[in-house]
Protein backbone atom coordinates (compact mmCIF):
# COMPACT_ATOMS: atom_id res chain seq x y z
CA UNK A 1 0.00 0.00 0.00
CA UNK A 2 1.24 3.52 -1.06
CA UNK A 3 2.05 6.19 1.77
CA UNK A 4 0.68 9.09 1.08
CA UNK A 5 2.40 11.85 0.00
CA UNK A 6 2.99 14.80 2.62
CA UNK A 7 2.67 18.25 1.65
CA UNK A 8 4.95 20.19 -0.02
CA UNK A 9 7.12 22.60 2.18
CA UNK A 10 7.12 26.16 0.93
CA UNK A 11 10.43 26.91 -0.06
CA UNK A 12 12.50 29.64 2.08
CA UNK A 13 14.35 30.91 -0.45
CA UNK A 14 11.18 31.90 -2.70
CA UNK A 15 9.63 33.39 0.03
CA UNK A 16 12.14 35.71 0.88
CA UNK A 17 12.88 36.32 -2.76
CA UNK A 18 9.23 37.81 -2.38
CA UNK A 19 10.03 39.69 0.66
CA UNK A 20 12.52 41.50 -0.84
CA UNK A 21 10.88 42.44 -4.32
CA UNK A 22 8.57 44.04 -1.89
CA UNK A 23 11.09 45.63 0.23
CA UNK A 24 12.82 47.25 -2.86
CA UNK A 25 9.45 48.35 -4.18
CA UNK A 26 8.58 50.60 -0.93
CA UNK A 27 12.39 51.11 -0.80
CA UNK A 28 11.92 52.84 -4.22
CA UNK A 29 8.54 54.58 -3.43
CA UNK A 30 10.36 56.02 -0.27
CA UNK A 31 13.01 57.58 -2.71
CA UNK A 32 15.81 55.58 -1.11
CA UNK A 33 15.64 56.45 2.32
CA UNK A 34 17.72 54.45 5.28
CA UNK A 35 16.25 51.35 6.40
CA UNK A 36 15.44 53.46 9.81
CA UNK A 37 13.55 55.89 8.36
CA UNK A 38 12.30 53.14 5.89
CA UNK A 39 10.97 50.50 8.64
CA UNK A 40 9.23 53.56 10.16
CA UNK A 41 7.20 54.21 7.42
CA UNK A 42 6.64 51.13 5.70
CA UNK A 43 3.05 50.67 7.37
CA UNK A 44 1.56 53.87 6.18
CA UNK A 45 3.46 52.54 2.52
CA UNK A 46 1.98 49.04 2.27
CA UNK A 47 -1.44 50.45 3.61
CA UNK A 48 -1.61 53.09 0.87
CA UNK A 49 -0.29 51.53 -1.76
CA UNK A 50 -2.74 48.64 -1.37
CA UNK A 51 -5.35 50.56 -1.22
CA UNK A 52 -4.48 52.36 -4.63
CA UNK A 53 -4.22 48.63 -6.01
CA UNK A 54 -0.47 48.99 -6.20
CA UNK A 55 0.39 45.76 -4.33
CA UNK A 56 -1.94 42.70 -3.45
CA UNK A 57 0.60 40.97 -0.46
CA UNK A 58 -0.27 37.42 0.94
CA UNK A 59 -0.97 37.68 4.64
CA UNK A 60 1.97 36.00 5.63
CA UNK A 61 4.09 38.15 3.84
CA UNK A 62 2.52 40.83 4.45
CA UNK A 63 2.93 39.97 8.43
CA UNK A 64 6.55 39.57 7.46
CA UNK A 65 7.38 42.94 5.81
CA UNK A 66 5.76 44.77 8.64
CA UNK A 67 7.95 42.77 11.24
CA UNK A 68 11.29 43.58 9.24
CA UNK A 69 13.88 45.26 11.05
CA UNK A 70 15.37 48.41 9.64
CA UNK A 71 19.17 46.32 10.06
CA UNK A 72 17.40 43.47 8.15
CA UNK A 73 16.29 46.11 5.27
CA UNK A 74 19.83 47.83 5.49
CA UNK A 75 20.78 44.19 4.57
CA UNK A 76 18.41 42.93 2.00
CA UNK A 77 18.62 46.43 0.09
CA UNK A 78 23.07 46.51 0.60
CA UNK A 79 23.57 45.45 -2.90
CA UNK A 80 21.03 47.46 -4.48
CA UNK A 81 22.54 50.69 -2.87
CA UNK A 82 26.30 50.07 -4.45
CA UNK A 83 27.47 52.95 -6.62
CA UNK A 84 24.82 55.04 -5.70
CA UNK A 85 25.80 58.30 -3.93
CA UNK A 86 24.14 61.35 -2.91
CA UNK A 87 26.30 64.68 -3.46
CA UNK A 88 25.59 67.48 -1.35
CA UNK A 89 26.66 71.46 -1.48
CA UNK A 90 25.70 73.91 0.47
CA UNK A 91 25.96 77.50 -0.23
CA UNK A 92 25.06 80.40 2.29
CA UNK A 93 25.43 84.19 2.24
CA UNK A 94 25.45 86.10 4.43
CA UNK A 95 24.96 89.97 5.71
CA UNK A 96 25.14 91.40 9.34
CA UNK A 97 21.79 92.73 10.42
CA UNK A 98 21.84 95.23 13.04
CA UNK A 99 17.93 95.94 13.76
CA UNK A 100 16.18 92.83 14.19
CA UNK A 101 16.82 90.74 16.67
CA UNK A 102 18.79 87.45 16.96
CA UNK A 103 18.36 83.75 17.72
CA UNK A 104 20.70 81.33 18.32
CA UNK A 105 20.77 77.33 17.91
CA UNK A 106 20.18 77.16 21.76
CA UNK A 107 16.92 79.12 21.69
CA UNK A 108 14.92 76.39 19.41
CA UNK A 109 14.45 74.03 22.45
CA UNK A 110 10.87 73.14 23.05
CA UNK A 111 10.04 75.50 19.89
CA UNK A 112 6.25 75.62 19.20
CA UNK A 113 4.60 74.52 15.85
CA UNK A 114 4.44 77.16 13.61
CA UNK A 115 8.23 78.71 13.84
CA UNK A 116 9.72 78.25 10.82
CA UNK A 117 13.49 78.81 9.64
CA UNK A 118 13.73 80.28 5.90
CA UNK A 119 16.54 80.37 3.17
CA UNK A 120 17.26 80.67 -0.08
CA UNK A 121 19.13 77.98 -2.41
CA UNK A 122 20.52 78.98 -5.43
CA UNK A 123 20.14 77.38 -8.76
CA UNK A 124 23.43 78.92 -10.65
CA UNK A 125 25.37 76.39 -11.42
CA UNK A 126 28.16 77.26 -9.13
CA UNK A 127 27.97 80.10 -11.64
CA UNK A 128 26.91 82.97 -10.13
CA UNK A 129 26.59 85.83 -12.88
CA UNK A 130 23.48 86.44 -14.81
CA UNK A 131 20.00 85.00 -14.30
CA UNK A 132 19.22 82.05 -12.37
CA UNK A 133 16.15 80.61 -10.62
CA UNK A 134 15.79 80.97 -6.58
CA UNK A 135 14.28 78.72 -4.37
CA UNK A 136 12.52 80.01 -1.19
CA UNK A 137 12.37 77.26 1.47
CA UNK A 138 10.94 77.14 5.17
CA UNK A 139 11.15 74.12 7.69
CA UNK A 140 8.35 74.09 10.99
CA UNK A 141 11.36 72.76 13.29
CA UNK A 142 9.02 71.50 15.72
CA UNK A 143 7.34 69.22 13.02
CA UNK A 144 9.81 68.99 10.14
CA UNK A 145 7.16 70.32 7.93
CA UNK A 146 8.77 71.27 4.45
CA UNK A 147 7.06 73.99 1.95
CA UNK A 148 9.34 75.52 -1.14
CA UNK A 149 8.69 78.32 -3.77
CA UNK A 150 10.41 78.96 -6.99
CA UNK A 151 11.41 82.41 -7.78
CA UNK A 152 12.78 83.90 -10.70
CA UNK A 153 14.27 86.16 -8.57
CA UNK A 154 15.91 86.79 -4.95
CA UNK A 155 14.20 89.87 -4.78
CA UNK A 156 12.50 91.16 -1.41
CA UNK A 157 9.01 92.14 -2.66
CA UNK A 158 8.75 88.53 -4.18
CA UNK A 159 9.86 86.77 -0.24
CA UNK A 160 6.72 88.34 1.40
CA UNK A 161 4.64 86.74 -1.69
CA UNK A 162 6.34 83.05 -1.17
CA UNK A 163 5.22 83.65 2.41
CA UNK A 164 1.98 84.29 1.13
CA UNK A 165 1.82 80.81 -0.89
CA UNK A 166 3.13 78.68 1.72
CA UNK A 167 0.92 80.41 4.63
CA UNK A 168 -1.93 78.53 2.32
CA UNK A 169 -0.26 75.57 1.95
CA UNK A 170 1.30 74.83 5.31
CA UNK A 171 -1.45 73.30 8.02
CA UNK A 172 -0.11 75.54 10.76
CA UNK A 173 -0.73 79.54 11.23
CA UNK A 174 2.93 80.90 11.11
CA UNK A 175 4.24 82.19 14.50
CA UNK A 176 7.73 83.34 13.48
CA UNK A 177 10.46 83.31 10.61
CA UNK A 178 14.10 83.00 11.33
CA UNK A 179 15.95 83.77 8.17
CA UNK A 180 20.19 84.26 7.82
CA UNK A 181 21.77 87.56 7.01
CA UNK A 182 20.78 87.73 3.20
CA UNK A 183 19.83 91.39 1.99
CA UNK A 184 16.86 89.63 0.83
CA UNK A 185 15.48 88.71 4.44
CA UNK A 186 17.16 91.35 6.36
CA UNK A 187 15.11 94.70 5.01
CA UNK A 188 12.59 96.72 6.11
CA UNK A 189 9.85 95.23 3.84
CA UNK A 190 10.09 91.91 5.65
CA UNK A 191 10.20 93.23 8.41
CA UNK A 192 6.79 95.00 8.45
CA UNK A 193 5.24 92.42 6.95
CA UNK A 194 6.14 90.32 10.10
CA UNK A 195 4.89 93.15 12.18
CA UNK A 196 1.43 93.61 9.72
CA UNK A 197 0.92 90.13 9.88
CA UNK A 198 1.85 89.20 13.97
CA UNK A 199 4.50 87.47 13.09
CA UNK A 200 8.07 87.32 15.22
CA UNK A 201 11.11 87.91 12.76
CA UNK A 202 14.05 87.08 14.10
CA UNK A 203 17.67 86.10 12.32
CA UNK A 204 20.91 84.09 13.15
CA UNK A 205 24.38 85.12 13.82
CA UNK A 206 26.86 85.68 10.90
CA UNK A 207 29.63 83.39 10.77
CA UNK A 208 27.42 80.75 12.68
CA UNK A 209 25.75 78.31 10.42
CA UNK A 210 24.37 75.62 13.03
CA UNK A 211 21.85 78.84 14.65
CA UNK A 212 20.22 77.25 11.01
CA UNK A 213 20.95 73.89 11.41
CA UNK A 214 17.20 72.86 10.41
CA UNK A 215 17.02 74.08 7.16
CA UNK A 216 20.64 73.78 6.21
CA UNK A 217 19.77 70.32 6.70
CA UNK A 218 16.26 70.26 4.22
CA UNK A 219 18.14 72.32 1.72
CA UNK A 220 20.51 69.16 1.16
CA UNK A 221 18.15 66.64 1.98
CA UNK A 222 15.42 67.93 0.16
CA UNK A 223 16.04 70.93 -2.23
CA UNK A 224 19.53 69.77 -3.54
CA UNK A 225 18.34 65.95 -3.48
CA UNK A 226 15.31 66.43 -5.34
CA UNK A 227 16.82 69.55 -8.08
CA UNK A 228 19.99 68.89 -8.54
CA UNK A 229 23.29 71.54 -8.54
CA UNK A 230 22.36 72.34 -12.11
CA UNK A 231 21.98 75.83 -13.62
CA UNK A 232 18.33 77.15 -14.29
CA UNK A 233 16.44 80.16 -15.35
CA UNK A 234 13.73 81.64 -17.18
CA UNK A 235 9.91 82.21 -16.49
CA UNK A 236 9.33 78.57 -18.16
CA UNK A 237 11.92 76.91 -15.95
CA UNK A 238 10.85 78.57 -13.51
CA UNK A 239 7.00 77.43 -13.82
CA UNK A 240 8.15 73.84 -14.06
CA UNK A 241 10.29 73.63 -10.86
CA UNK A 242 6.81 75.57 -9.44
CA UNK A 243 5.19 72.28 -10.70
CA UNK A 244 7.62 70.01 -9.36
CA UNK A 245 7.59 71.00 -5.60
CA UNK A 246 3.96 70.83 -5.59
CA UNK A 247 4.74 67.15 -5.75
CA UNK A 248 7.84 67.31 -3.75
CA UNK A 249 6.07 68.91 -0.77
CA UNK A 250 3.06 66.19 -0.35
CA UNK A 251 5.82 63.23 -0.74
CA UNK A 252 8.32 65.06 1.73
CA UNK A 253 5.60 65.82 4.37
CA UNK A 254 3.39 62.33 4.06
CA UNK A 255 5.51 59.76 3.29
CA UNK A 256 9.34 60.99 3.97
CA UNK A 257 10.25 60.35 7.72
CA UNK A 258 13.17 61.99 9.21
CA UNK A 259 14.90 61.49 12.31
CA UNK A 260 14.88 64.27 14.92
CA UNK A 261 17.49 64.64 17.91
CA UNK A 262 16.33 63.98 21.05
CA UNK A 263 19.16 64.66 23.73
CA UNK A 264 22.92 64.66 23.05
CA UNK A 265 26.13 64.78 25.72
CA UNK A 266 29.28 65.46 25.31
CA UNK A 267 32.40 63.11 26.23
CA UNK A 268 35.71 64.79 26.12
CA UNK A 269 36.27 65.47 22.33
CA UNK A 270 33.49 63.25 21.39
CA UNK A 271 29.46 64.13 21.31
CA UNK A 272 27.07 61.26 21.63
CA UNK A 273 23.58 61.83 20.52
CA UNK A 274 20.51 60.35 20.71
CA UNK A 275 17.29 60.61 18.37
CA UNK A 276 13.90 60.07 18.49
CA UNK A 277 12.11 57.73 16.44
CA UNK A 278 11.50 58.29 12.41
CA UNK A 279 8.28 59.87 12.08
CA UNK A 280 7.09 61.88 9.06
CA UNK A 281 6.27 65.58 9.55
CA UNK A 282 2.23 64.68 9.57
CA UNK A 283 2.76 62.20 12.08
CA UNK A 284 4.41 64.25 14.12
CA UNK A 285 1.74 67.17 13.50
CA UNK A 286 -1.17 64.16 14.30
CA UNK A 287 0.82 63.46 17.99
CA UNK A 288 1.23 67.03 18.90
CA UNK A 289 -1.57 67.83 21.61
CA UNK A 290 -1.28 71.48 20.93
CA UNK A 291 -2.36 70.90 17.03
CA UNK A 292 -6.36 71.26 17.02
CA UNK A 293 -8.67 68.44 16.14
CA UNK A 294 -9.68 70.17 13.41
CA UNK A 295 -6.41 70.64 11.94
CA UNK A 296 -5.67 66.82 12.46
CA UNK A 297 -8.59 65.77 10.78
CA UNK A 298 -7.85 67.84 7.47
CA UNK A 299 -4.14 65.69 7.79
CA UNK A 300 -5.71 62.39 7.77
CA UNK A 301 -8.14 63.07 4.89
CA UNK A 302 -5.32 64.11 2.51
CA UNK A 303 -2.89 61.61 4.06
CA UNK A 304 -5.94 58.96 2.52
CA UNK A 305 -6.25 60.52 -0.52
CA UNK A 306 -2.72 60.63 -1.55
CA UNK A 307 -1.18 57.93 -3.88
CA UNK A 308 2.68 57.65 -2.93
CA UNK A 309 3.66 56.00 -6.24
CA UNK A 310 2.03 58.64 -8.11
CA UNK A 311 3.78 61.16 -6.15
CA UNK A 312 7.05 59.77 -7.07
CA UNK A 313 5.75 59.57 -10.46
CA UNK A 314 5.14 62.99 -10.84
CA UNK A 315 8.74 64.07 -9.16
CA UNK A 316 10.54 62.23 -11.55
CA UNK A 317 8.10 64.21 -14.26
CA UNK A 318 9.08 67.25 -13.32
CA UNK A 319 13.12 66.35 -12.62
CA UNK A 320 13.08 64.82 -16.34
CA UNK A 321 11.42 68.15 -17.48
CA UNK A 322 14.41 70.50 -15.48
CA UNK A 323 16.90 68.44 -16.64
CA UNK A 324 15.83 68.63 -20.41
CA UNK A 325 14.97 72.59 -19.97
CA UNK A 326 18.58 72.90 -18.00
CA UNK A 327 20.09 71.07 -21.33
CA UNK A 328 18.67 72.27 -23.78
CA UNK A 329 17.20 68.76 -25.13
CA UNK A 330 14.05 66.86 -25.02
CA UNK A 331 13.07 65.28 -22.34
CA UNK A 332 12.92 61.66 -22.75
CA UNK A 333 12.19 60.07 -19.04
CA UNK A 334 9.37 58.83 -16.72
CA UNK A 335 6.59 61.38 -18.45
CA UNK A 336 6.72 59.04 -21.44
CA UNK A 337 5.41 56.31 -19.20
CA UNK A 338 2.10 55.57 -17.43
CA UNK A 339 1.85 55.11 -13.76
CA UNK A 340 1.60 51.34 -14.18
CA UNK A 341 4.66 51.25 -16.11
CA UNK A 342 6.52 53.00 -14.06
CA UNK A 343 5.25 50.98 -11.00
CA UNK A 344 6.17 47.95 -13.50
CA UNK A 345 9.73 49.39 -13.48
CA UNK A 346 10.48 49.90 -9.26
CA UNK A 347 11.87 46.18 -8.50
CA UNK A 348 14.73 46.78 -10.65
CA UNK A 349 15.24 50.34 -10.94
CA UNK A 350 18.25 50.04 -8.77
CA UNK A 351 20.55 47.89 -11.40
CA UNK A 352 19.80 51.59 -13.70
CA UNK A 353 22.28 53.00 -10.82
CA UNK A 354 21.63 57.30 -10.57
CA UNK A 355 17.25 57.12 -11.55
CA UNK A 356 17.11 61.17 -11.04
CA UNK A 357 17.44 62.87 -14.15
CA UNK A 358 18.79 65.95 -12.69
CA UNK A 359 21.60 64.06 -11.06
CA UNK A 360 22.60 61.81 -14.02
CA UNK A 361 26.10 62.49 -15.28
CA UNK A 362 26.20 64.12 -18.95
CA UNK A 363 28.33 62.11 -21.81
CA UNK A 364 31.72 63.02 -22.09
CA UNK A 365 32.59 64.91 -25.33
CA UNK A 366 35.57 63.23 -27.36
CA UNK A 367 38.10 65.78 -28.41
CA UNK A 368 38.74 66.00 -31.86
CA UNK A 369 41.15 69.04 -32.09
CA UNK A 370 44.50 69.89 -31.56
CA UNK A 371 45.58 72.26 -28.50
CA UNK A 372 48.97 72.84 -30.02
CA UNK A 373 50.76 74.35 -32.82
CA UNK A 374 51.79 70.70 -34.82
CA UNK A 375 55.48 70.66 -34.66
CA UNK A 376 56.36 68.48 -37.36
CA UNK A 377 53.61 70.09 -40.22
CA UNK A 378 56.19 71.62 -42.22
CA UNK A 379 59.17 68.48 -41.96
CA UNK A 380 56.52 65.65 -42.15
CA UNK A 381 57.25 65.06 -46.02
CA UNK A 382 60.66 64.45 -44.94
CA UNK A 383 59.76 61.99 -42.47
CA UNK A 384 57.69 60.10 -45.02
CA UNK A 385 60.42 60.16 -47.45
CA UNK A 386 63.01 58.77 -44.51
CA UNK A 387 60.42 55.98 -43.55
CA UNK A 388 59.41 54.79 -46.88
CA UNK A 389 63.77 53.97 -48.03
CA UNK A 390 64.17 53.01 -44.73
CA UNK A 391 61.13 51.74 -42.77
CA UNK A 392 62.95 50.33 -39.70
CA UNK A 393 64.39 53.22 -38.97
CA UNK A 394 63.62 54.29 -35.34
CA UNK A 395 61.94 57.59 -34.33
CA UNK A 396 64.90 58.56 -32.12
CA UNK A 397 67.22 58.31 -35.59
CA UNK A 398 64.97 60.36 -37.26
CA UNK A 399 64.70 62.80 -34.42
CA UNK A 400 68.68 63.63 -34.42
CA UNK A 401 68.55 63.92 -38.87
CA UNK A 402 66.06 66.78 -38.13
CA UNK A 403 67.63 68.84 -35.19
CA UNK A 404 70.79 68.59 -37.63
CA UNK A 405 68.95 69.57 -40.33
CA UNK A 406 66.55 71.97 -39.06
CA UNK A 407 68.68 73.39 -36.04
CA UNK A 408 67.30 75.31 -33.14
CA UNK A 409 63.86 74.18 -34.39
CA UNK A 410 63.18 70.92 -31.97
CA UNK A 411 63.23 70.45 -28.23
CA UNK A 412 63.78 66.80 -26.76
CA UNK A 413 60.24 66.99 -25.54
CA UNK A 414 59.43 66.89 -29.09
CA UNK A 415 60.77 63.09 -29.29
CA UNK A 416 58.18 61.66 -27.54
CA UNK A 417 55.45 63.31 -30.12
CA UNK A 418 57.49 61.79 -33.00
CA UNK A 419 57.50 58.48 -31.49
CA UNK A 420 53.60 58.15 -30.81
CA UNK A 421 53.00 59.66 -34.61
CA UNK A 422 55.64 57.05 -36.14
CA UNK A 423 53.74 54.71 -33.86
CA UNK A 424 50.73 55.21 -35.75
CA UNK A 425 51.72 55.33 -38.84
CA UNK A 426 53.54 51.77 -38.96
CA UNK A 427 49.86 50.88 -37.58
CA UNK A 428 48.15 52.33 -40.44
CA UNK A 429 50.98 50.75 -42.97
CA UNK A 430 50.62 47.56 -41.52
CA UNK A 431 46.24 47.11 -42.14
CA UNK A 432 46.92 48.52 -45.48
CA UNK A 433 49.39 45.02 -46.04
CA UNK A 434 47.36 43.11 -44.45
CA UNK A 435 43.70 43.76 -46.07
CA UNK A 436 45.50 44.76 -49.67
CA UNK A 437 43.95 42.37 -52.32
CA UNK A 438 41.13 40.53 -49.91
CA UNK A 439 38.35 41.96 -52.25
CA UNK A 440 40.72 39.87 -55.36
CA UNK A 441 41.23 36.95 -52.84
CA UNK A 442 36.94 37.04 -52.33
CA UNK A 443 36.31 36.99 -55.54
CA UNK A 444 38.19 33.68 -56.82
CA UNK A 445 35.92 31.13 -56.78
CA UNK A 446 36.17 28.18 -54.29
CA UNK A 447 37.48 24.54 -55.29
CA UNK A 448 34.77 22.93 -56.65
CA UNK A 449 32.84 25.36 -57.96
CA UNK A 450 31.53 25.07 -61.25
CA UNK A 451 32.72 28.13 -63.58
CA UNK A 452 29.84 29.48 -65.85
Known amino acids: MDKPQPDPIKSNK ?31 LVDSMERHNHLK ?25 KGITNRRKKRAFRKIGKNIATKTSQDWVDSLPGHLEIDFVVHGGGVMSGEYLHSLVATDVCSGWTEAVALL ?19 LTILGINSDNDSAFINETLNLYCKQKGITFTHSRAYHKNDQAWIEQKNGAVIR ?12 TG ?107 LPKLWKDGEVRPTHRKKEPTTRHWRTRVDPFEHVWTDIMLWLQNEPDCTAKTLFIRLKQ ?23 TMARKLIFTGTRDINDVSPVGAKNT
Open 239 to 345: QALAQLYQAVRLYVNYFQPSFKLRDKIRLGSKVKKWYKSPATPCDRLLLDERISEKTKELLRSQKEQLDPVELLHRIRQGQSALAALSAGTTSSGPDKQNLDQFLSQ
Open 405 to 427: RYPDTFVDGHLRTLQRRIKEWRH
Open 153 to 171: AREQSLVTEGLDMMQSQIP
Open 14 to 44: VYNEAVKEVLIVLWETADRICGKRLKAIIPN
Open 57 to 81: LESEIRDKVLAVSASTIDRVLQPMK
Open 225 to 236: KIVGHDRYSGVV
